[in-house]
């Protein structure tokens, strides 16, 4: 506190009973800029306790906390009595119109504090059972108690008592439950500047408290004071006694009879001497102190940014705007990472991320993966082998990777290699038309029927005016190219054969000429899936719906995708998200039906899904694995 010789020390110990609801919290604010500086410091202790829960309890004590704060520096013109005075207005206003919390069922007791600090002038003001000490001169005097009107309203600022601290005091504000720990007890570790690591350490019994010590900066040494008066003169100081908040008049003070006041100036250029010298000490102690109640106020800044933002985010949610209330739990949750860094407010910070994590599980609608499966590996017999993709034939999972590719037969619970052409590079298989029991291998350049020990058949090999195949899908009687420039090429056949005779699975693929499907630039792809409309991935966050080459309806998501797969036979599109660990399903029209969630899928290079819908296959290094839906 750069505007007196005075600096606190906080404490909280919050009830950890299971059905207790208190809460109970400390602020300190500081003055921000210079105009703030003309009103001095603000502390502030309170507790909340009602039929509500601790959640519902640390909400309201924060708010109040904010207005208090709020209204006490908006108007810096002022004293700092008549700001307090307008803050205490300002909350009586704000608790009258919280009609809910009103109610007898709510049963709310607020106990609070207010202290406001500005040099060596101090003014207090108080709301149900909390209660400041004043230490002089190992005398330890209550400054802080009920007024005797019998017509007080516990919800509401009465009074306010002033006075000026002498440069020895020392000030205790605390909730009701100090009164549990021996006066003698407060005096000795008060006067040794130990209150709050001796509560933190000793059981005492109590259950909820809010605690500030003011010490003083200096030593507690006679001649270093500004004066400080004999001990026979201290003996006669006043104690302090309520004065209405509505009344200026009368206001009386700690200091001594007037007769002492001439010593004080008699000695005035000794005492301004020894604060220089006292300031240099102190320098660093002083910064350390102002950085820790900076890091208070950021704090309470921050968690009423992240209530705020939760608050939004269910609004975003009500209305199904989940990429937005994506976006805005990314922020909550970054914020809510420098608060944990900060240290402060562990309570409300816990309830506010339990809060986070509801809403991102009603927003991804996750679920976790019971159980995942190995179905192969290849670590040992793949050497040089570098799989990047898998499909699914007819009983058997097909594993890619540059010219060669693995079969693995389900039946026979083995596989074998095998390759393409030197120089080629395998990006899909698919399952022939008309004859399930054939495979098609599409490679960059070309279409083959994979005919086992007999020589592979080529069907079509790439004209050069059009780009290298990304991935491939036939649909109805057509095939659909993905090539490198991100378009859709179209390619219709037919199935013919030279003898009538022939079975259907002999027939031959005869293709027409490839022409470009995607009739804008907005329908560039980055990987699809067919199922009469296409669904393709513009980039890795937008899931789009194609229809007759052009965009029809998209969707953001907040997380990287990089496959999307579905089939006409399918009843769902699946999303593959290996950096989130995600397999996403989304019915037809783009809603999300839920998100199934492993570690494992975590760096997955591929997956597939059966055509039950009931297995997802994926690819991790030289591995498949596959887990039930």
Known sequence: MKDSLFHPEELTIQDKSPIGSSYAETFVFVPSNKNEATLGSLFIVTEASSNKTKKENAELTSEVASVIKNEFYQNTLVT????????LKRVNSLLNSKKNWLTPSSALKLKILIASLKENKLHIARMGDSTAFLLRDSSLQTIAMLPSSQNQNPLSFENIISGELLPDDHILLATNQIYKIDEKEIL????????VSHLSKTDNGIKSLALICIYPV??????????RPSASVVSNVIKPSLVSIHNEANIPDYTTPAKNRSKFFKIGIIVTILLIAISVITFTSLKIRNETSQNKKESEQLLQEVSDIKNKINDLIATNNETEANELLFSAQEKLKRLEELGYFKTTRSTLSDDLEKIYKEISK????????????LENNSVGFEPEKITLGKNKIFVLGGKNFYKFDFNKADGVFDSVEEGSKLVSSLLKPGNPNSQILITEDKIIEELGDSQDKIYWVRPENIPAIKDASFYANAIYLLNEDGFIYKMPFTLSSSTPTVNAGAENLVFDEAKVWTKKEEGKLESFSIEGSVFGLTDSNTLAEL?????????????????????VSYKNIYLFSPDNGLVIILDKNLNIKKRLSHNELIGAKS???NSQERIIYFLKNKTVFSFEI
């Open 218 to 227: 200096k030593n507690n040494s006679p001649q270093k004071t500004f004066g």
């Open 607 to 609: 997956f597939f899904v």
């Open 547 to 567: 229809t007759n080459g052009e965009v029809k309806n998209k969707k953001n998501f907040s997380e990287n995708i990089n496959q999307v797969f579905t089939s």
């Open 366 to 377: 996750a679920e976790t993966i019971n159980k995942i499966n190995k179905i192969f590996d």
């Open 188 to 195: 000795k570790n008060l006067q040794e500047k130990k209150m």
């Open 80 to 87: 700092p009595m008549s700001a307090l005075k307008f803050s």
